[in-house]
């Protein structure tokens, strides 16, 4: 009985060793799970863009206040805030260099005079020649000239405000060394202009804007408010800091007690060209970000591909895809929560 039992547990480990020979010698192959998806065929047609920006608001009147000379900052008159009127005083400079060159121009200005008087003299007593009084005629206009330059230096050697209105920024301080046309005060009126808001584009944006193209501008200050808006300008050059271009939004509506210079907004503005785009159920985008978001695509209706797209507008569950599916056949529009990038999928109806 014992030798019995022997041969069976020896039986029982040949075989169970042979069966692992087998499974190492012949490994299984494990594919992925076909996930059941719909999809859509792509076309494109006309549609509206629209394109979303953000900036900060301001007036048509904000002015940059400088001195036309340079040198030190004698004082500056007003603050940040400060209400200002047209004509006041509001920087001057160390006037000591200025007015020692008015001083100088003077000199030779009157040293001038001088000449062309004593040389006028001699004209009429037929000592001096035509060539001489016309000469001292010609040094006394260009002292003229040099003095009306440095009396005009040194009237700009001031800062005046240019008309009603408020400090927003104070740029310079007393006892600062400036050169011609340094910013010193920044200004604008006092209400008297209309708002605008200013939105930094691409340029691939930039090119489709136009003046007088509408817009729909939203801030924080007016909560769950659109106030209706034009584009007034667009800048011809790009900001070197940023990369971008400025596009200036005229309101429409008068909102001065409600918001400041300064304060962040967002706008959607509608260019007047129509571009070719797709339209997509919204149920399609994942991960949208702004004007960007992806969808999932597939070529072979095999795999799928995971693709970045633009978008233009979205209106009752309907998105406008202005660029990213040129190369895409077909669009997955249900069982995208389940995929990733080259996931094997099954078309159903």
Known sequence: MKKIIEAFCIAIVAFTMHACHEAKS?????????????????NQRLAQQTIQASGQFTTEDETILSFKTGGIINEVQVKEGDAVRK????????LTEINAQVQQVKFNYEKALRD????????????????????TKTALDIAQQQLNTVRFNQSYSEIRATADGYVLKKLANAGQMVNPGD???????????????KVAVSDIEWSVIKAGNIAKVETDALPNHLVEGVVSKKTEGIDPATGTFTINILLKENITASIATGLFGKAVIYPSAQVAAWSIPYDALLDGDAGDAFVYATNDYKTATKVKVKVGRIDKGDVTI???????????TSGSA????????????
Request: glycine residues 4%; positive net charge; hydrophobic residues 40%.
């Open 26 to 42: 012949s490994p299984r192959i494990i594919r992925d799970e076909e996930i059941p998806v719909k999809v859509m065929q792509l």
């Open 87 to 94: 004509g006041q005083l509001v920087a001057t400079l160390h």
């Open 116 to 135: 062309y008087n004593r040389y006028s003299n001699l004209y009429r007593d037929s000592v001096a020649t035509l060539e001489q009084l016309q000469n």
């Open 183 to 197: 910013p010193v005060l920044q200004t604008n009126g006092a209400h008297q202009s209309a708002w605008i808001l």
């Open 322 to 332: 202005i660029s990213g599916l040129e190369r895409a056949k077909a669009l997955i």
């Open 338 to 349: 389940y995929l990733k990038e080259g996931s094997s999928i099954k078309i159903t109806q």
